[in-house]
């Protein structure tokens, strides 16, 4: 597949760079997934099997084998000739170079009328336009992509119902980035407007130019008079209470390469970037869902709450040395029987 192939299809497939981090950070496709090719065979898993892989390195040399490696293990796989060589070359933007905030088109795309793989073009840089309640219920009851900024305590205290939480902070963009179905309509929810600008800034960095709305306000500002939702909230210490009174459902969504230094004992693992695929084998009603910090966690609560599940979000380091699992006897180490989730075709 060309740079300029790759343009056209990008909003269908998933983009794989397998080079090694540093070199990713000198400049990479927006919205392409890192996993080094010497780690790749151990991070299948974090692969969605169902989407076209598009394999990208610096020059097709190490795409190539790891697409050899993908097409063994069954999944459709396309390599990048040419590599980011020819990507940059044709002029396609990247992100963590020094051009990375340009998103310059090549002309023969905007003449021809495609869409990039940094988002539409011209870029939509209005403000977005203020959604009252009963707009945002509408977005909310066809399952739009109605996203909570705030902070994931705040969230779990009181949301709207069918909203997910993509806390505003350092890793807000990267995962948006990763999970939001691009193209798909977008409706920010905040507590003020520098948030919703700020938010706005971020997502054009990895490639998402469009907001198609924004609501302002306290979750019960915004209902319309409907009832707002919450889950509880715990930490490292809450979970082992649970874990020493019965045999609670426990969630692990952090990434393979994580999960396989091990995790909480009996739970199941679920990276957060396929949870919307595989829901249909996670018990109901109640989760206890974690991560490595409480981020990934959060973002999981939203979806299992958004798909009736009772999730309650542990929130907290999981390697903290005072109140991590570990320190409170939750942490076992990876064993064959390790409970990975299988591949399931259920979305939200």
């Known amino acids: 597949m060309t740079p300029a192939q790759l343009s056209i299809v990008r909003d269908n497939v998933a983009v794989l760079d397998v080079r090694e981090p540093e070199e990713v950070a000198r400049g990479h496709i927006p919205g392409s ?36 490696i993908l097409t063994v293990a069954g999944l459709m796989v396309s390599n990048l000739t040419g590599g980011m060589n020819d990507w940059v070359s044709a002029g396609w933007p990247t992100i963590g170079s020094p051009f990375s905030d340009l998103y310059t088109l090549p002309r023969s795309v905007r003449k021809a009328g495609h869409v990039g793989a940094e988002g539409p073009d011209p870029a939509d840089l209005s403000k977005p336009r203020i959604v009252d309640p009963a707009e945002l219920g509408r977005r909310l009851l066809v399952r739009e992509w109605v996203v909570d900024i705030r902070t994931r305590t705040a969230f779990a205290a009181g949301h709207l119902p069918g909203a997910l939480n993509f806390e505003l902070g350092d890793d807000f963009a990267t995962y948006l980035g990763r999970l939001y179905d691009l193209g798909s309509p977008l409706t920010l929810i905040a507590d003020a407007r520098a948030q ?37 909230v715990t930490d490292f210490a809450g979970l082992a209470q649970a874990m020493a009174a019965g045999t609670p459902n426990v969630l692990d969504v952090r990434r393979a390469d994580e999960r396989a230094a091990g995790g909480v004992r009996d739970s199941l693992h679920v990276p957060v970037d396929h949870l919307r695929v595989r829901l249909g084998r996670v018990p109901q009603p109640e989760v206890w869902v974690y991560s490595g910090s409480g981020y990934r966690a959060s973002i999981a609560a939203s979806i299992l709450a958004r798909a009736g599940y009772h999730p309650i979000l542990v929130d907290g380091p999981y390697d903290d040395p005072e109140t991590g699992a570990a320190a409170l006897g939750l942490h076992t180490p990876p064993r064959p029987d390790d409970r990975t989730m299988e591949v399931d075709a259920t979305h939200v």
Not at 41 to 51: K, Q
Not at 55 to 67: D, E, F, I, L, N
């Open 33 to 68: 997934t890192n996993i080094p090719l010497g780690q790749l065979p151990a991070r299948l898993d974090e692969l969605e099997p169902r989407r076209p892989i598009v394999v990208v390195c610096q020059s097709g040399r190490r795409s190539q084998q790891a697409a050899e």
């Open 196 to 232: 919703i600008a700020d938010a706005r800034r971020r997502l054009m960095r990895v490639g998402i130019h469009r907001i198609n709305g924004a609501a302002i306000g306290r979750p019960e500002e915004l209902t319309g008079g409907r009832p707002v939702a919450s889950y509880p």
